[in-house]
């Protein structure tokens, strides 16, 4: 990995420089070394970006394979490239980048603190001067239940109807019970520790007795897969897991569920919580990175869209899910009022865009003017 993602950093390079180029903008530790490269060749005019959108990934390799990189020795140091003895790529594009951002605001504010910055947070500190954050956006055009091929029926903010259509077709696909009354659950998820995995197997009994369903989607660490077969097994007709990937049932969760969960213990971005809201499927999320940016929850702010997990735990999973069941049961006025004003969110890439030309205005201005 180290060889190839050096040579494709180095072609970058080599492409930029051909194209005559202002700026390039890097993505995660595979294109890291790239300011790296212009550095090494003082090719100094060209603006560089560098985006983190998991800093858990920072390309570390052992110090036997610098040879690879045909980078000067000197980048071999704890100013650069070398961290604990050996090789990480990921601090290059920090430190050698013009700007650093990530893909929202409070994940830019958390990577600056031991337990969100993965071993970087005293270096990403230095520079924080240099570094912001951004939102990502979504597909609008492929995320639109008044148009999407893939769900049982069309429905908008305005016509909910095909929404009903569309929860009966999934407990149908899903081997659920068919129950309009019963609160469906949806869950779309790399199965690891980051998002919360562990936290959603205890409340999973809890939702079956309480009369609710869920619908899985996902695979992962081999723990977590066969731990939700076995609660699939125990619940038949409550609980029903795919182990895997299906685009179309993706859609079709979205679409048909009535909430979301979405626990995660650190989320740089998210996207899921944008396309349940999009779909009127009502997101239940945690107080991180993007999770906090992007869902306006009940008690925050003017407009809610969703509901907040307090703490990253079990206990207060269980809380808020008790919360979103007596709301759908007991407060259909509020409940339909958090979906609709899900449904009218920009979650488009409309905003993102702007200020992403902004920031490269505002880069290549500073550059121009600092050769002046």
């Not at 077969?229 to 619940?235: K, N």
Request: hydrophobic share 45%.
């Amino acid at each position: 990995n180290l060889e190839r993602f050096a040579f494709f950093a180095r072609a970058c390079v080599e492409l930029a420089g051909l194209l005559g180029a202002d700026i390039v903008h890097c993505n995660d530790w595979q294109t890291a070394l790239v300011p790296a490269y212009l550095r090494a060749l003082d090719m100094h005019h060209i603006v560089t970006i560098f985006t983190i959108h998991n800093l858990a990934y920072q390309g570390l390799f052992d110090a036997s394979l610098w040879p690879q990189l045909f980078l000067p020795q000197e980048f071999f140091a704890p100013w650069c490239l070398e961290y604990y003895g050996g090789i990480n790529v990921m601090k290059a594009g920090i430190v050698l980048s013009d700007h650093v951002n990530t893909v929202s605001a409070a994940y830019a504010r958390e990577i600056q603190r031991p337990e969100f910055g993965v071993g970087l947070d005293g270096l990403l500190r230095s520079v924080a001067h240099k570094l912001s954050g951004i939102i990502n956006g979504i597909d609008v055009a492929v995320w639109d239940p008044a148009n999407d091929p893939l769900i049982a029926a069309p429905f908008s903010a305005r016509d909910m109807s095909g929404k009903q259509a569309c929860k009966s077709w999934l407990q149908q696909r899903m081997g659920l019970e068919t129950d309009p009354c019963a609160p469906l659950f949806g869950v779309i998820s790399r199965l690891v520790d980051q998002k919360g995995i562990d936290l959603i197997l205890p409340v999973l009994p809890e939702l079956a007795a309480a009369g609710a369903q869920a619908a899985i989607l996902g695979n992962g660490e081999p723990w977590y897969e066969d731990r939700l077969r076995e609660l699939s097994r125990a619940f038949p007709g409550r609980v029903s897991v795919l182990i895997g990937f299906d685009d179309a049932l993706a859609h079709a969760i979205e679409a048909g569920c009535d909430f979301f969960i979405m626990p995660s213990r650190f989320e740089p971005c998210g996207l899921n919580q944008m396309i349940s809201m999009r779909y009127g499927t009502i997101p239940i999320v945690t107080p991180v990175g993007g999770l906090a940016d992007t869902v306006t929850a009940l008690g925050e702010g003017n407009r809610p869209v969703g509901l907040r997990v307090k703490a990253i735990d079990s206990y207060a999973l269980s809380q808020t899910l008790r919360e979103s069941i007596r709301i759908f049961r007991e407060d259909r006025g509020l409940f339909q009022t958090l979906r609709k004003n899900g449904m009218e969110q920009d979650v488009s890439w409309s905003i993102p865009a702007r200020r992403y030309l902004e920031m490269y205005s505002i880069q290549k201005d500073f550059k121009e003017s600092d050769r002046i």
